[in-house]
Each structure stands twice: as structure tokens, then as C-alpha cells.
Nanobody, 124 residues
Framework: QVQLVESGGGLVQAGGSLRLSCAAS????????MAWFRQAPGKEREFVAA????????NYAGSVKGRFTISRDNAKNTVYLQMNSLKPEDTAVYYC?????????????????WGQGTQVTVSS
């Protein structure tokens, strides 16, 4: 399994930007697709973005497409989520997910490892 630790969350005004990081330990990081999910208060956890093991392909939820960018640095065992033009509805705990045997997964069940989450709060 891969151990995942998120960082970079915080409080930001609407229209602002944040960059989340997810540091991974374990030998399978560079061979696994990675993803970000989020869970807002009172709502179910939802898919945000995913990236293939090589970084060649990405996939985004419609609500964040054009505003968020997922990337990875396999040399640093880290995946990132650049979030621009943030909206109050982006407020949530953001989770990093990894350890998947699939090429570009977007379902929670397709990931074997999860981080603890980092809080993102966007004020209006």
C-alpha cells in the first residue's frame, strides 16, 4: 500500500487560488494513477480529478474543469492539485487517493489508499 499525506489546504477568498500537495511513500506510487476527491459538509465524497501513472492523461469533474489542474512529479512521489478561481461551493475536505490498478479511475472503489484529508474553505 501507499501512504498518502495531503497539505496545502486553508482559507481563501472567492476567486483566489490554492495548491494542494499529496506526498506518497511506497514503491507503487509511480506505477499508479492518482486522484483527488472532496467531501463537503453533509454531502457524499465526490470525484474531483485523476491523473494516469505517467501524467499523460487527466480527467476532471465538470464542476472544476477549466479551473483545477492535477499534475504529478514521480521523482518526488507527489501529486498536486492547482485550484484557481475558487468558489464557496469548493469548500470541502480534499482527499488524495492512490494505489489503483486502473488506467484513469474516477470511482472511490478503484483506489486502495487514501490520505487523511486537508480542509479547503472558500469565503464569499
Amino acid at each position: 500500500q501507499v501512504q498518502l499525506v495531503e497539505s496545502g489546504g486553508g482559507l481563501v477568498q472567492a476567486g483566489g487560488s490554492l495548491r494542494l500537495s499529496c506526498a506518497a511513500s511506497g514503491r507503487t506510487f509511480s506505477s499508479s494513477a492518482m486522484a483527488w476527491f472532496r467531501q463537503a459538509p453533509g454531502k457524499e465524497r465526490e470525484f474531483v480529478a485523476a491523473i494516469t501513472w505517467s501524467g499523460r492523461d487527466t480527467n476532471y469533474a465538470g464542476s472544476v474543469k477549466g479551473r483545477f489542474t492535477i499534475s504529478r512529479d514521480n521523482a518526488k512521489n507527489t501529486v498536486y492539485l492547482q485550484m484557481n478561481s475558487l468558489k464557496p461551493e469548493d469548500t470541502a475536505v480534499y482527499y488524495c487517493a492512490g494505489d489503483s490498478p486502473y488506467y484513469l479511475p474516477r470511482s472511490q472503489a478503484e483506489f486502495g489508499s487514501w490520505g487523511q484529508g486537508t480542509q479547503v474553505t472558500v469565503s464569499s
